[in-house]
């Protein structure tokens, strides 16, 4: 959903900063784990001037979409604007749309879950909370839909160890959702042309992996689509699809 005509009263949130030297690969990309930090910075800064945002300090996010139409280089200044595409009362989709001075451009949306830090379950966001988001969209009866299905065993996989680390755990005792994109970025590193190109990639949260966990990626590749699923010992934890783009309007 494009950057709607907003009024004076719900603008998108915007920020700016410079693409660092930790946020981008060896040919100077910035890569999908440091867009995902980025969604997650804007986020909190926009919970800090938002009413009621003292009240709405948890949340799951449920799916992540990245649209990467233009790359986004090493130094480059860019722009964040953020607003809401749709929600309900307990939920929303999040739109983050990353425009560098260089020409980058990416565009993001994202599926959060609001969570009662108690109970661990959803929680309704106030009214106060919400009346923005209501004014800059007309979805407001958002429902869930997963994207992405678990591996059914149909297919031949290459499966892979992926080691977590102290500091992959946010001070909730789960891997960070930025974490997640890294082995994607594994799995990309060996085809620098594909990421150079426009291409959509997902990434949609099953279950969470705690510190202490065995972590495994299952990946395969149908023609220049990639599919992964990172998996525990326990559990699925979460799907994955990067496939290219195809845009009349880059």
């Known amino acids: 959903m494009p950057l709607p005509a907003l009024g004076p009263d719900t603008p998108a949130f915007e ?5 660092r030297l930790g946020d981008t ?9 440091a867009v995902a930090r980025y969604l997650q910075d804007i ?21 992540t979409v990245v649209d990467v139409l233009r790359p986004i280089v090493f130094r480059e ?8 595409s749709g929600l309900s009362n307990r939920w929303c989709n999040i739109r983050v749309q990353i425009v560098g001075d260089r020409g980058g451009l990416v565009e993001t ?30 979805v407001h009866r958002l ?19 992926f080691p977590t680390r102290s500091t992959d755990f946010d001070r909730l005792g789960h891997v960070n959702n930025a974490i997640y994109w890294q082995p994607v970025e594994d799995e990309l590193a060996g085809d620098p042309a594909f990421v150079e190109r426009p291409h959509r990639a997902i990434v949609e949260h099953v279950g969470a992996v705690l510190q202490g966990d065995d972590v495994t990626v299952q990946s395969y590749r ?22 290219p783009l195809v845009t009349a309007n880059l």
């Open 77 to 84: 200044n860019v722009t964040l604007r953020r607003w809401s």
């Open 222 to 243: 149908d023609g220049d689509t990639l599919y992964m699923q990172i998996e525990t010992e326990k559990a699925t934890s979460a799907l994955v699809r990067v496939e």
């Open 25 to 33: 690969d060896t040919k100077d990309r910035l890569r999908l784990d």
């Open 109 to 138: 949306e994202a599926f959060f879950i609001h969570i009662d830090p108690t109970t661990g379950g959803p929680s309704r966001m106030t009214d106060r909370f919400m009346a923005p988001m209501l004014e800059q969209t007309t």
């Open 43 to 63: 986020a909190f800064d926009h919970l800090d001037v938002s009413d009621d945002g003292h009240l709405h300090g948890a949340w799951i996010v449920r799916r």
């Open 143 to 161: 429902r869930w839909k997963a994207h992405l299905s678990p591996f059914d065993g149909s297919r031949e996989t290459r499966r892979t160890a």
């Open 15 to 19: 920020r700016t900063w410079t693409v």
